[in-house]
């Protein structure tokens, strides 16, 4: 049994009651984005319809208003991952911009030819490409951590790679988007930072699932996505510890992200603004805070166990289906289930997924490389959120056996 009344969180999210292709929905798409509660759609139009104007610039009364409630979300975010302070708490449109942030601000600054960039081999595009694009500018060079057949982190690999000194920058993901694992990354980066590395985390399946403390973790950057947690799309997080933040060259150029501008020299406003150029995602901001209120009044901890119910029982009833075959069985894994079935295309999985209303995502997942080690093109993948059932794990089952049906 759930640890929460699930049927009534079900009703906070309007989209879940909508029928669609004639079949009640059957979300099991939430790695990729998260269905909006009533609290945060309320939010946000609470704040269009009663405190909006531009933030940090004005003295009446509208610009005041929007100005508290979004340096408060930046408090809510910083008490959520438990950052010593909200000028380490930068506001980005999302994970992939975070993530650039970090390669372009603090790689040009602090990468040379020959360093070294750890990556593993789950990693999403978004946490290989930015790194790419910085070592060829650079001259310096990305590592690759080998992924062992269950899609766990290959440890030991790990720990003689981190060690050639070289590394400069280690970069891994939380949890993996494709395959669910949940990464050790306490040890990974207390490894990293014994050579004297950065540890940069890609957050963005992380938060919704897992509690997240920066600073047990010792991360140097974390990176956030909203619209995987509940919140509006469009808006992020980027933790950076301070001294790093204050150290790092700005981001983008423009409005309040200075301190003073003459066209001979401008000086740049301290951390978080410096890394904040032009008018901001301020609603984005003030939805995020609500989602993440809306997720304390349920608990990350039950929502974690209720996933994992799931998972485990979609693990114990997709094994039903004949030829199907689950990609990455971590031993610690959160509600990510990607699978194969022997003869089908995953597009065609999804396709007739969908007639049957259930929405599962099929593809490479931004994580191509991953997808050849497993020596598959695609794969099927369901999703789970805090407001999914057993009930639907059955439905994915009676559509993958229609599948079957029709293309077996
Ligand atoms: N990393 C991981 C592990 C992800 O799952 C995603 C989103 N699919 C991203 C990064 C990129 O996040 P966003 O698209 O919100 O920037």
Sequence with gaps: RPLYDVARIRADFPILATQVRGKPLVYLDNAASSQKPRQVLDAERAVYETGYANVHRGVHYLSEKATQGYEAARETVRAWINAASTNEIVFTRGTTESINLVAHCWGRANLRAGDEI????????SNIVPWQMIAETTGARLVVAP?????????DAFDRLISSRRVK??????VSNALGTIL???RMIEAAHKVGAIAVIDGAQALPHLAVDVQALDADFYAMSSHKAYGPTGFGVLY??????????????GGDMI?????????????PAKFEAGTPHIVGAIGFAAALDYIAGIGVGAIAAHEHDLTAYAHERLCEINRLKIIGEARDKAGVVSFTIDGIHPH???TILDQQGVAVRTGHHCTQPLMVRFGVPATARASFGMYNTRDEVDAL??????VVKFMG
Excluded at 118 to 125: K, Q
Excluded at 397 to 402: C, N, S
Aim: aromatic share 4%; net charge negative.
């Design 118 to 125: 750890l990556i593993t081999h789950l990693e999403h595009h």
């Design 147 to 155: 992924v062992d057949d269950r899609g766990e982190v290959d440890q």
């Design 169 to 174: 920058v280690m970069a891994v993901a939380h």
């Design 184 to 186: 050790p990354v306490r």
């Design 240 to 253: 950076g510890k301070l001294p790093l933040l204050k150290a790092m060259p700005p981001w983008q150029g």
């Design 259 to 271: 301190e003073t501008v003459t066209f001979e020299k401008t000086t740049y406003a301290e951390p």
């Design 348 to 350: 065609d999985i999804g």
């Design 397 to 402: 089952v009676d559509g993958l056996r229609k």
